[in-house]
């Protein structure tokens, strides 16, 4: 069940002063941009990321306080580290790392690449967080979800067949799930509030998943003609992140499709409208959820990622 509300135009970030932001996959594209937004507001940003070099170079970058620690989503002993190196309070978490694969990958654990760093590796971040988390989660979807679907008999296609479409879209149909569950279990408890968000088409080097060069330089250029810039797939992000709108919400630009912003806008080309919705998934959604996230709650290539 679906309802809507008017749309959001994006404001300029509300001050952040003596605020903490932690932000996965901010070492490029929307994370990134979401990251660079926070600082200006004046929000202190740690920047967990699996490559440190990466991760540094974009402190650096930023006109605020940051720091960088070491995490890879994909390695459930990396997510319990991070989580331990978190001490001080989480004002908003923000959920923005993911990966896309060329072919079947699994981690140590014998889970699906791409399944283990868009949901496992965030869940159990969150799940650690969660009792320093003062204000809001956000976790950010894709409308892939729509063509998804969880089999939670071979959540790891080792009998079924593997593309890269089914993997994908069933990684995000998880956040889904997760997310919407999360948002029910806080409100009940009083905590900190849950929102959903995703940038629509956005040009970022999530879409560069080949080994070739040239190739992922033509897939940018192809994409940049037609998509939104990193930073404009960005704005729902900070919209889920610090605007009054309703716990549970699933943001995201509504254009055809829900792609893109439609241009001109007043605003600009990097304030698109937002729109939000509410979702409430069913029993059904609920019970094919639980099962395959308890698989990260046991023991602990190729492609591209926003980490």
């Given at each position: 069940m679906v309802a809507m509300t008017p749309n959001l135009l994006p404001a300029p970030l509300p001050d952040q002063s003596g605020r903490t932001w932690?932000?996965?996959?901010?070492?490029?594209?929307?994370?990134?941009?979401?990251?660079?937004?926070?600082?200006?507001?004046?929000?202190?940003?740690i920047l967990p990321a699996r490559n440190a070099e990466r991760a540094q170079a974009v402190c650096a970058q930023l006109p605020g306080p940051a720091r960088s620690i070491p995490l890879d989503l994909a390695d459930l002993d990396s997510v319990r580290a991070a989580?331990?190196?978190?001490?001080?309070?989480?004002?908003?978490?923000?959920?923005?790392?993911?990966?896309?694969?060329?072919?079947?990958?699994?981690?140590?654990?014998?889970?699906?690449?791409?399944?283990?760093?868009?949901?496992?590796g965030p869940f159990a971040l969150t799940n650690l967080l969660l009792p320093r988390v003062r204000e809001r989660v956000v976790i950010v979807g894709s409308n892939a979800h729509a063509i998804g679907r969880v089999d939670v008999d071979d959540p790891n296609f080792s009998r079924r067949r593997w593309t890269m479409a089914a993997a994908y879209a069933q990684s995000k149909l998880g956040d889904m799930l997760w997310g919407f569950e999360l948002d029910r279990r806080l409100r009940a408890a009083d905590g900190p509030r849950v929102e959903l968000a995703h940038p629509g088409w956005a040009t970022t080097n999530l879409q560069n998943a080949t080994t070739n060069a040239r190739v992922n330089a033509f897939v940018t250029w192809s994409c940049s003609r037609m998509a939104q810039t990193a930073e404009e797939g960005a704005q729902p992000l900070l919209v889920a992140a610090t605007a009054d709108v309703p716990p549970g919400s699933y943001i995201g630009p509504d254009g055809i499709g829900g792609q893109r912003a439609p241009r001109p806008w007043p605003g600009g080309p990097c304030a698109p409208p937002t729109r939000v919705r509410r979702r409430r998934p069913g029993g059904c959604a609920r019970a094919r959820r639980a099962p395959t996230c308890e698989a990260v709650r046991g023991p602990a290539g190729t492609g591209s990622d926003r980490d």
């Open positions: 932690l932000i996965t996959g901010a070492t490029n594209g929307i994370g990134k941009e979401a990251a660079l937004a926070a600082s200006r507001a004046r929000a202190r940003l989580a331990a190196e978190v001490a001080e309070p989480v004002d908003v978490l923000v959920n923005c790392a993911g990966r896309v694969t060329l072919r079947r990958e699994t981690n140590a654990a014998g889970h699906e690449l791409m399944l283990a760093t868009n949901l496992y």
